[in-house]
T-cell receptor, first 114, second 116 residues
Framework: DAGVIQSPRHEVTEMGQEVTLRCKPI?????LFWYRQTMMRGLELLIYFNNNVPIDDSGMPEDRFSAKMPNASFSTLKIQPSEPRDSAVYFCASGIQGGAETQYFGPGTRLLVL | AQKITQTQPGMFVQEKEAVTLDCTYDTSDPSYGLFWYKQPSSGEMIFLIYQGSYDQQNATEGRYSLNFQKARKSANLVISASQLGDSAMYFCAMRAPQGGSEKLVFGKGTKLTVNP
């Protein structure tokens, strides 16, 4: 089975540009999570979906961030306009509901905003 | 509020020895799950072990075991017979589905270095 797939793996962009991160969850998983990892704040949840519906977006920093899940096999996280403080590693994870079921993480996208 | 505390920013251990990484948690939810993840320098997050709040026995997975002390709200990871490849960041996380949330709350992590 393929794991969670994220693209691009690395992104360098200039302040003010739009950035789109992509994620393909593991087939059959009905939960999809977007996390951000920085040295200062550690790993923090941005948003998660259940059956393609956003459930908790309380971690989304501000209106510049938006996430969509148009179908069970694809999600995007968009930053528009990007700022240097958005530089971080963005992880997508997928899983199934609750209990001992863990979340499986993708390899991450390392974003650098200049 | 849910919180995970990892008090050891860095730990060192000799190859083949055992090491314990500390994790304490705080939640008012009676039902919760505790997870440990490993993040090597390559950056990926690797799931290691899970402990449920109602599990009677401590979880074990190969060389990993979880020392779960519910009254103390601690969930320490024990790695036996350390290997050089165990050098990595280790994160403790909790899922406490208050209000139905499935999100994981992570600690700040502990950087483990295994010396030859």
């Amino acid at each position: 089975d393929a794991g969670v797939i994220q693209s691009p793996r690395h992104e360098v962009t200039e302040m003010g540009q739009e950035v789109t991160l992509r994620c393909k969850p593991i087939s059959g998983h009905d939960y999809l999570f977007w996390y951000r990892q920085t040295m200062m704040r550690g790993l923090e949840l941005l948003i998660y979906f259940n059956n393609n519906v956003p459930i908790d977006d309380s971690g989304m920093p501000e209106d510049r961030f938006s996430a969509k899940m148009p179908n069970a096999s694809f999600s995007t996280l968009k930053i528009q306009p990007s700022e240097p403080r958005d530089s971080a590693v963005y992880f997508c994870a997928s899983g199934i509901q609750g209990g001992a079921e863990t979340q499986y993480f993708g390899p991450g996208t390392r974003l650098l905003v200049l | 509020a849910q919180k995970i505390t990892q008090t050891q920013p860095g730990m060192f251990v000799q190859e083949k020895e055992a090491v314990t990484l500390d994790c304490t948690y705080d939640t008012s939810d009676p039902s919760y799950g505790l997870f440990w993840y490993k993040q090597p320098s390559s950056g990926e997050m690797i799931f290691l072990i899970y402990q449920g709040s109602y599990d009677q026995q401590n979880a074990t997975e190969g060389r990993y075991s979880l020392n779960f002390q519910k009254a103390r709200k601690s969930a320490n990871l024990v790695i036996s017979a350390s290997q050089l490849g165990d050098s990595a960041m280790y994160f403790c996380a909790m899922r406490a589905p208050q209000g139905g949330s499935e999100k994981l709350v992570f600690g700040k992590g502990t950087k483990l270095t295994v010396n030859p």
